[in-house]
């Protein structure tokens, strides 16, 4: 008899970590197929037992691939009735119900996969509280106004018609093409999210443009204003010139490459200190300048002041121009700056406190007129002179030191960025970020001009970040003008302290919503677009003073209520306004104030959904990408908060962007594009992008959006993605197959009357479920993913479906074996369906959709309550991971053990007592040892020193084949080893 090589392991002193171990060495098992077909079935002998065997049976493909995957998720979203969840988890009665607010996607185009990312979050957050007995309130919502859909809808009709018919270009004519794109792109995303499986009633959405969105947003604005939180003002603010209207901070992107001309210039000063004139005498009295240094030379006609810091030294400095000495002031800790524009031939006179210059008068650049010098707080020191070209119409700094010192604030660029006539013949109609910087430059240099007297000191370019219409992607310009404002000063405090009760998650990014917040100077509402909310103010024709009070708001809100939002641009103002008010101009004879023309900030519409949708600041959730904190997030405190005191939402998620597999941004000129679409129904040539299907999708989602700030996505991601879901369905199809005769009600067992090994299970599962859910509770989905994958893939198949397929195929069909295996089989099904169901709906469904016992059972009409306090048995799972601790030796030095191998095991101490609880007596061949080793017999004998450890000794087993169980336990001579010749005798 050949004899395998013994060996002895001394105690450890700790139990083994069975996951990932024993999955290397055990997933062969995994390639016995469903049949558990193989070559000797084509013996004779061994084929006339075949219908003994209680083999697992299921209509459950193991497979489906191609365009029958599209087909299949779409029939069961049919069949399982995921158009109806929604309303009828409404129905039911629950205690707890969670609220998540949808942020509104923009309406502008196909949905992308960065709508996949945030959709599908959402929907595994409302699915995963579902299964846990909360009634969800979900509202998906389409943001349907602004800029980047008219603009679209523009150029879509220019494209459209001939070159002979032109655009509308009438407010209504506008209004009608961007509404007629907003539909379209909406209904577009609308089944798209369908298709990825989200939850919602589809009949029941938001939209911006509703007139009763409109009518309720114009209510919240009332609200606002008669509480003193809105006021209309002139003062800069972000203007774009290619999209012609006002932008709020959240509508910027900043280009870190753009090229700014950049030049010093000169301008010659008078009533300077006594001490300057006594330092210059000895030199002849030379003109002094003051040096500014500025990358918007197009602001130069519109300077007032220059801005010195009185806290730093300036010096007093001589150099040589074309062989005239000339005086300049500079800032001491700059000097270097001054070497690098006129060489290093300086001569420093005298240096002095910044607040000297408080007396100083310079000659404007352009103009013959003299300004003054002031103090300014935002004078720094990292580059330039030290001296700021202050320029109140085109500056937020330059503006509030006009405030304080009560200087013009005089803006002379038009809507379109372009000079006004004000300016002059040189400067008029020049468009100020293009030709108008060279411009102003040339005027410098002309001796007989306006600039005459002013020095150009140098000329450069310089690279800087500015910037950009976010729609346009062209630079914008800071430009004064009388806008709508809400005054965040007056609310940061308050929005502060509220936002200390918010949870935002994930906890590295919390920082970021209050430091943006408290760097917000205030929050421009108005646009000067007509693709939008009206904002309801009216203006007296004489003064163009503001007409604006609750009760006329509320006329306009009802009116654009009954009849549409349009009506702002269709009806006369003797419609809009409240008769009593038109009577009354009319007894006093004065004319009708006249109705506004510009609409709100697409921000205060969305801002402003927690009030149109949800009617109180009542959400348990907002979940967006990072960068809506300076967008949605913000703008919906800010008006939650000055309307109720409140924040609208009481946690916060935030997930991050979409990159490729090589971590770039994804982008049409680089091919890496990523459409969602493709994923799920695959491309025109499917061996280039095949069907991943919905599911796949959303496995990518779970197991990639919370894990990283950005995500990445590729084939190869998509495909590691489409095996572990292929690995999921494997292990539930054969939890499936097995369970075809379990009939739960009539065959359950008490946990203490099962087999250790299968109480071990339902311990491993109970932890394995807790965990899960613990994850689904701290938004953790992608582990969620990863440990549903480790116990599916090591605990569940590699260990445990091998050692049981004996008891399942072998025993008797109603045995105690058999049906302690099959509990546990059950409850494994039921559980893994519960934990995997928010990511992967349409798998599991389909897999109750195949149940024999569940035709009308919906894995969402379930929930879950926990596990029984029985399961948890931490003694026993000591003891049964000593005992793998044998197990893992074994497979370790013999790799290929089966059943055709005995087993003899030398122990004592508790290893002794950890492997008597699976087989009782010295020798046997139907333990619940031997099952756990997959041997056909294993002899136990304790260690006669008692030691606590244990020595194996493998050999040829004696026994013969059984040709039914194929263990080597039959008699010499037999065909069935005495197990299999019972149960035959006892079934068949």
């Known amino acids: 008899m050949r004899q395998l090589r013994p060996l002895f392991v001394p105690h450890s002193g700790n139990c083994r970590n069975i996951q990932w171990t024993r999955l290397r060495i055990l997933h062969r098992c995994l390639s016995t197929s469903l049949t558990n077909s193989g070559k000797e079935d084509n013996d004779t002998s061994a084929q006339k037992y075949k219908r003994t065997v209680l083999l697992p049976a299921t209509s459950f493909p193991l497979r489906v691939e191609g365009e029958k995957r599209v087909r299949n998720e779409r029939r069961i979203q049919e069949e399982a009735g995921f158009a109806d969840l929604y309303d009828w988890q409404r129905r039911q009665v629950r205690k707890k119900e969670y609220v998540l607010h949808d942020g509104p996607p923009y309406a502008n185009g196909k949905p992308h996969i960065g709508h996949a990312v945030n959709k599908i979050l959402k929907d595994v957050t409302m699915r995963q509280k579902l299964v846990r007995g909360y009634k969800v309130h979900y509202v998906p919502g389409w943001d349907c106004h602004g800029l980047p859909i008219e603009l679209k809808a523009l150029d879509r009709d220019k494209k459209k018609k001939k070159k002979d018919v032109s655009t509308p270009t009438t407010p209504l004519g506008i209004r009608k093409m961007a509404r007629k794109f907003a539909e379209e792109a909406l209904d577009i995303q609308l089944e798209t999210f369908k298709r990825w499986g989200v939850l919602a009633n589809w009949s029941n959405i938001y939209r911006s443009f509703d007139p009763s969105y409109v009518s309720k947003e114009l209510l919240l604005f009332a ?26 901070e959240a509508e910027l992107e900043y280009n870190n490459e753009h090229c700014s001309p950049s030049i010093y210039v000169g301008m010659p000063c008078s009533n300077l200190p006594h001490f300057v004139q006594e330092k210059l005498s000895d030199y002849g009295g030379p003109q002094v300048y003051l040096a500014v240094w500025t990358t918007t030379p197009w602001t130069l006609p519109a300077n007032e002041a220059i801005c010195f810091s009185p806290d730093k030294n300036y010096s007093l400095v001589l150099i040589e121009q074309e062989g005239k000495l000339t005086a300049l002031i500079w800032a001491e800790e700059l000097l270097e700056e001054l070497k690098k524009v006129v060489g290093n031939n300086i001569t420093i006179l005298y240096s002095f406190e910044g607040s000297q210059l408080a007396t100083v008068k310079y000659r404007h650049p352009l103009a013959e007129r003299f300004c003054p010098c002031l103090p300014g707080s935002h004078v720094t020191m990292s580059k330039g002179t030290g001296l700021v070209h202050t320029a109140p119409a085109h500056g937020h700094d330059d503006f509030l030191v006009a405030l304080d010192f009560k200087i013009p604030v005089d803006c002379k660029v038009d809507s379109r960025g372009c000079y006004m006539p004000e300016v002059g013949a040189e400067l008029a109609g020049k468009r100020v970020l293009e030709e108008g910087n060279d411009a102003v430059t040339q005027l410098l ?22 910037p950009y219409d976010w729609r346009t992607k062209k630079p914008v310009i800071i430009r004064a003008s009388k806008q709508w404002f809400i005054n965040t000063d007056i609310l940061k405090e308050r929005a502060l302290e509220v936002l200390q009760d918010v949870k ?13 917040l408290e760097r917000r100077p205030y929050w421009c509402i108005s646009r000067q677009r007509v693709w939008g909310a009206p904002i309801p103010v009216f203006y007296d024709k004489v003064t163009g003073e503001p007409v604006v009070n609750r009760r006329i708001i509320e006329h306009v809100a009802d009116v654009l209520q009954r009849e549409g939002p349009d009506s702002w641009w269709i009806l006369p103002e003797e419609n809009l306004l409240p008769p009593e008010l038109v009577e009354n101009f009319r007894q006093n004879e004065k004319p009708l104030p006249t109705k506004g023309t510009d609409i709100f900030d697409i921000w205060f519409d969305s801002g402003s959904s927690w009030n149109s949708v949800l009617g109180s600041p009542s959400a348990d959730l907002y979940l967006e990408g990072v960068d809506q904190f300076t967008g949605w997030f913000q703008s919906s405190l800010l008006t939650s908060v000055a309307s109720t005191g409140k924040a609208p939402y009481k946690q916060l ?38 069907v991943y299907g919905a599911d796949v999708l959303r496995w990518w989602v779970a197991s990639h959006a919370t894990n990283h700030t950005n995500l990445s996505v590729g084939k190869n991601i998509l495909d590691q993605c489409k095996e572990s879901v292929q690995k999921v369905r494997a292990v539930l199809r054969f939890l499936l197959a097995s369970l075809g005769d379990y009939q739960p009600c009539e065959h359950s067992l008490p946990v203490a009357d099962l087999k250790p090994v299968d109480q071990y299970m339902l311990h491993l599962l109970k932890g394995h479920i807790e965990r899960v859910w613990e994850h689904y509770d701290n938004f ?22 091998s050692i049981i397929k004996d008891r399942l195929y072998c025993e008797s069909r109603l045995g105690s074996k058999r049906m302690s295996a099959l509990l546990v089989l059950h409850h494994l099904l039921h559980h893994l369906l519960l934990s995997l169901a928010p990511v992967l709906p349409h798998l599991v469904e389909e897999v109750a959709l195949h149940h024999h016992n569940k035709k009308s059972w919906h894995v969402f009409h379930q929930v879950y309550n926990g596990l029984p306090a029985s399961w948890d048995q931490p003694e026993l799972a000591s003891r049964i991971e000593r005992c793998l601790e044998v197990r893992d030796q074994l497979f370790r030095s013999h790799p290929n053990v089966n059943h055709n191998v005995q087993v003899t095991v030398t122990a004592g101490g508790d290893m002794l007592e950890a492997l008597m609880l699976l087989q009782r007596h010295k020798d046997a061949i139907d333990s619940g040892l031997c099952e756990l080793l997959m041997v056909s017999r294993v002899i136990l004998l304790p260690d006669e020193e008692g030691r606590d450890g244990f020595s194996l000794e493998a050999r040829i087993s004696t026994g013969e084949k059984c040709l039914r169980c194929r263990k080597h336990t039959a008699d010499v001579g037999e065909e069935l080893c005495m197990r299999c010749k019972n149960t035959i005798s006892s079934s068949w």
């Not at 240099?445 to 500015?466: N, Q, V």
């Not at 969620?784 to 445990?800: H, K, R």
């Open 223 to 248: 609200d606002l204003y008669e509480k003193g939180y809105v006021y209309q003002a002139y003062k800069p603010v972000y203007f774009s010139p290619s999209s012609g209207t006002a932008l709020a």
């Open 780 to 801: 953790e989905y992608h582990r969620v993913a990863a440990t549903s994958l480790a116990f599916i893939n090591s605990n569940v198949s590699a260990f445990y479906f």
């Open 445 to 466: 240099l002309k001796a007989d001009g306006f600039g005459g007297p002013t020095l150009l000191l140098a000329k450069d370019s310089f690279i800087h970040s500015y």
């Open 653 to 690: 998620y935030v997930h991050g962007f979409t990159l490729d597999e090589t971590g770039r941004k994804m982008s049409k000129s680089l091919n890496n594009v990523i459409d969602p679409d493709i994923v799920t129904d695959g491309g025109k040539n499917l061996s280039k992008d095949p």
């Open 504 to 516: 935002i998650l994930p906890r590295s990014v919390q920082t970021g919503m209050i430091g943006q």
